[in-house]
């Protein structure tokens, strides 16, 4: 069993800059995967990058690449993602999530993680 809770959302102009902070806690040795991802009103939740718990590799969306950056702290029991030059397509409510299993690379796909956290809503707007 996986707990996450999200932080760090909230309102930005256009090329802005927000961290977003995902805690965990649990069986944590059971996961390999982590990940965030996006829902806007209206549209499919999204992978948005993705972590390799034991290994560090990362995988982005294509559409973030080079704009944010997904870390973790395992001291602190803290999964990150950094957003920078925010633009208005990046507004969504924003999920951390894990994955049961043991694997060597992470997949995007919603529908293969097993806990999620409640969300931190992300605005950007001029």
């Known amino acids: 069993q996986v707990q996450l809770v999200e932080s760090g959302g909230g309102s930005v102009h256009p090329g802005g800059s927000l961290r977003l902070s995902c805690t965990y806690s649990g069986k944590t040795y059971t996961t390999t995967c982590m990940g965030w991802f996006r829902q806007a009103p209206g549209k499919e939740r999204e992978g948005v990058a993705t972590i390799n718990t034991a290994g560090g590799r990362t995988t982005y969306a294509d559409s973030v690449k080079g704009r944010f950056t997904i870390s973790q702290d395992n001291a602190k029991n803290t999964l990150y993602l950094q957003m920078n030059s925010l633009k208005p397509e990046d507004t969504a409510m924003y999920y951390c999530?894990?994955?049961?299993?043991?694997?060597?690379?992470?997949?995007?796909?919603?529908?293969?993680?097993?806990?999620w956290g409640q969300g931190t809503q992300v605005t950007v707007s001029s």
């Open positions: 999530a894990a994955r049961l299993g043991w694997y060597s690379t992470c997949s995007s796909a919603v529908k293969d993680y097993n806990y």
